[in-house]
């Protein structure tokens, strides 16, 4: 049986589900506030096998108001034709700390085996600490802005149907974050792929990918150009459970490093020949370091299905 990480906490009822051809929150609520978000009542329903493999996956993220990830995201596969319930008053804290309300929680379930993403559950919260969130900013700290000019110019444009829109690299979310724009901004649209499920866009000086699902299209964009994106991967992530020490080499018998704190996720540059260690990027005495953990500890999450390279 597949070792329960994150949701261990579930109650995971297996049975079958008649009639339900998407999954959806059955009175799930969440509470979000300065810590974490808490869980108040209600579960989950699963029926829709976006692996192929009986199993449906979730991804769960957190962001703060400057669209910053403040928990995951994590992603974990249950059987499908299940139910899945927590215990009143479960907190999962964030995982980095927030600087801006409004704080927000979303659970996904991802494309795949046909079936395309779906938002299965979104709430948001705030903590009375915090500033609310300025202008959004691109990665630089310019201010984005709507490109008036192209958009005069244009058939039709697109309108951010959300409360705040990760602008990518590429064509999905295996693509680093390049900005992020408000609910409710225009964007200019350059461009969109294949399948007309992301739309290539701009936003002031910025250029990048957005979902369909979260954006209004108006006017006319049937003759927008395909364009193939070419962005930067995501690099693969190690999810640590609980907080353990790390190793200068791939075996406790070789000398600690430091205790990092799990519940968190470490960039990945290599592993040992059989995928036993893997070699991260973590923080150590206020200094960068790289050093080994066992692989059981916790799970890879590797989006963009990218090599990892065996490390001497």
Aim: hydrophobic content about 40%; aromatic content about 10%; overall charge negative.
């Amino acid at each position: 049986m597949r070792k329960l990480t994150l949701f261990s906490v579930f109650v995971l009822l297996i049975g079958l589900v008649g009639g339900v051809y998407a999954a959806v929150s059955d009175d799930l609520n969440w509470e979000v506030g300065c810590d974490g978000f808490t869980n108040v009542g209600g579960g989950l329903i699963l029926d829709r096998d976006n692996t192929g493999d009986g199993l449906e996956t979730f991804i769960i993220t957190g962001l703060d108001g400057t669209g910053k990830v403040i928990f995951g995201p994590l992603s974990e596969d249950f059987f499908t034709g299940s139910s899945l319930y927590l215990n009143d008053g479960i907190t999962f804290e964030w995982t980095a700390t927030p600087t801006a309300n409004p704080l927000y929680v979303t659970v996904i379930s991802p494309a795949g085996n046909g079936l395309p993403e779906q938002v299965v559950y979104s709430t948001s919260g705030r903590c009375s600490g915090l500033p609310d969130a300025e202008e959004v900013t691109d990665l630089t700290g310019a201010e984005i802005a709507n490109p008036e000019v192209i958009i005069a110019g244009q058939p039709g444009y697109l309108i951010v149907n959300t409360f705040r829109l990760n602008m990518r690299s590429g064509d999905g979310a295996e693509y680093t974050v390049v900005g992020q724009v408000n609910g409710g901004t225009r964007l200019a649209v350059l461009g969109v792929n294949a399948e007309r499920t992301w739309w290539y866009v701009q936003a002031n000086n910025i250029r990048g990918w957005v979902r369909n699902d979260f954006v209004i299209v108006r006017g006319n964009l049937t003759n927008t150009p395909i364009v193939v994106a070419d962005g930067v991967i995501l690099p693969p992530r190690f999810f640590l459970y609980i907080g353990t020490d790390i190793y200068s080499r791939a075996t406790t018998s070789s000398s600690v490093v430091c205790h990092i704190p799990g519940n968190r996720e470490y960039v990945i540059v290599g592993r040992n020949a059989n995928a036993t260690w893997y070699g991260i990027e973590a923080e150590c005495d206020g200094e960068t370091v790289v050093a080994w953990i066992d692989a059981e500890l916790g799970a890879v999450r590797n989006p963009g299905n990218q090599a990892i390279p065996i490390l001497p």
